[in-house]
Structure formats: C-alpha cells, structure tokens
C-alpha cells in the first residue's frame, strides 16, 4: 500500500521560504505522477504542482509560478516542494499525492493516495 508523509511546514513571515517533504513508500513511483495540493480554511483544495516521477516533467498553477519548484529524489523516494518569496496567501494545509500514470500530460490525473498533510502559515 502506498504511503505518503508531509513534513518540512510551518510559520514564516512574508517574503520567506519554506521547503516541503513528502517520503514515499509502498510503490513502484517511476510509473507515478507526484502532485502538491493545497486547501486554505473555507476554501477548495487546489492544485499547486506536480512531476512525472521517470523524466522529470513538472507543471505548476500559475498562482505559484516562478515562486515554487517541484522535484523528486529517486534514491530517497521522496518529493520536494520548494517555496520561496512566499506570500500571505499562500497559507494552507499542503498535500502530496500520488497517481499511477505514465502519459504526460494528460488533461487530469486521478491521484489515488494522499498525505495527511503539513501547514504552512505565512504572516505578513
């Protein structure tokens, strides 16, 4: 069974950086699509960004654009989610998640497993 655990949230002032983990485990993450998602109180979860584990390929919201950068360790099996110049509305509760899936892109993916979660506050 797949597993996916967040760390690396917390508070950090406007302007700042912060840098996401999420450890996998449980799968074969060469024929996986890795996402980031996120969800602020009273708000929808949105995607944020995402990379095709085998090549590399990212894509990201344009809200975080230029700002964010995904990327994958394959020794460690893990995703990271750097943010920088981090703003007030970037505050929220972060997902990874995990979509079996080797076509890129694809108009969707259908993220199958999910992380519980890290915060990540931005004061301004």
């Known amino acids: 069974q797949v597993q996916l655990v967040e760390s690396g949230g917390g508070l950090v002032q406007a302007g700042g950086s912060l840098r996401l983990s999420c450890a996998a485990s449980g799968g074969t993450f060469s024929s996986y699509v890795m996402g980031w998602f996120r969800q602020a109180p009273g708000k929808e979860r949105e995607f944020v960004a995402a990379?095709?584990?085998?090549?590399?390929?990212?894509v990201y919201a344009d809200s975080v654009k230029g700002r964010f950068t995904i990327s994958r360790d394959g020794a460690k099996n893990t995703v990271y989610l750097q943010m920088n110049v981090l703003k007030p509305e970037d505050t929220a509760l972060y997902y990874c998640?995990?979509?079996?899936?080797?076509?890129?892109?694809?108009?969707?993916?259908?993220?199958?497993?999910w992380g519980q979660g890290t915060q990540v506050t931005v004061s301004s």
């Open positions: 998640a995990a979509a079996p899936a080797t076509g890129w892109p694809l108009p969707r993916y259908d993220y199958k497993f």
């Open positions: 990379v095709r584990w085998s090549g590399g390929n990212t």
